[in-house]
T-cell receptor, first 115, second 112 residues
Framework: GAVVSQHPSRVICKSGTSVKIECRSL??????MFWYRQFPKQSLMLMAT?????????EQGVEKDKFLINHASLTLSTLTVTSAHPEDSSFYIC???????????FGAGTRLSVL | AQSVTQPDIHITVSEGASLELRCNYS??????LFWYVQSPGQGLQLLLK??????LVQGIKGFEAEFKRSQSSFNLRKPSVHWSDAAEYFC??????????FGKGTKLSVKP
């Protein structure tokens, strides 16, 4: 299947700093990328939908100024958590879809810990 | 509203035993349904999907699932579980924006 690379896999940062997470589709062009957040022992919750070259669409309750999403090319989307706080600590997972069936392929996730 | 229910939070089966993980969905139109598996601290791997056609779909790692419209179900099955199948399993339905709406997941433990 298609490969989606997500980097970094783990990041620990101080409160108030910004963290950038990259999501790349390695062997296909992703027309749409999705960003999910997963709390411990919970399901994945969609944060935003990102289409190449246009502004991301955020789910209700997700602060777009805090979670900046850039989808600059058909193979790269980034999520920047600005001024991170401990409550932002979570597991962030991206997915990318493209091709005929628009199946979503997931990255390995990023574990963010904010001290 | 679209939703997915996985009634079993945690299931334990013996290695070699059969497995069935339940999934019910709520969706107005013909659903696109998926099963994903997640190992601890990892992303999600697609096991199988249903878009249309044959209601019994085969996936990777010996898994299969059956779409039953009358029961709004898409249960995942495997005839003989291996210890390496221990993981979290998520059922999902595709939403109107192309995103996935996930169930809360079922954690599978395998006894030796």
């Amino acid at each position: 299947g298609a490969v989606v690379s997500q980097h970094p896999s783990r990041v620990i940062c101080k409160s108030g700093t910004s963290v950038k997470i990259e999501c790349r589709s390695l062997d296909f062009q992703a027309t749409t990328m999705f960003w999910y957040r997963q709390f411990p022992k919970q399901s994945l919750m969609l944060m935003a939908t990102s289409n190449e070259g246009s502004k991301a669409t955020y789910e209700q309750g997700v602060e777009k100024d805090k979670f900046l999403i850039n989808h600059a090319s058909l193979t790269l989307s980034t999520l920047t958590v600005t001024s991170a706080h401990p409550e932002d600590s979570s597991f962030y997972i991206c997915s990318a879809s493209g091709g005929l069936q628009n199946i979503q392929y997931f990255g390995a996730g990023t574990r963010l810990s904010v001290l | 509203a679209q939703s997915v229910t996985q009634p079993d939070i945690h299931i334990t089966v013996s290695e070699g035993a059969s497995l069935e993980l339940r999934c019910n969905y709520s969706y107005g139109a013909t659903p696109y349904l998926f099963w994903y598996v997640q190992s601890p601290g990892q992303g999600l791997q697609l096991l199988l999907k249903y878009f249309s056609g044959d209601t019994l779909v085969q996936g990777i790692k010996g898994f299969e699932a059956e779409f039953k419209r009358s029961q709004s179900s898409f249960n995942l099955r495997k005839p003989s579980v291996h210890w390496s199948d221990a993981a979290e399993y998520f059922c999902a339905v595709e939403g109107s924006q192309g995103n996935l709406i996930f169930g809360k997941g079922t954690k599978l433990s395998v006894k030796p």
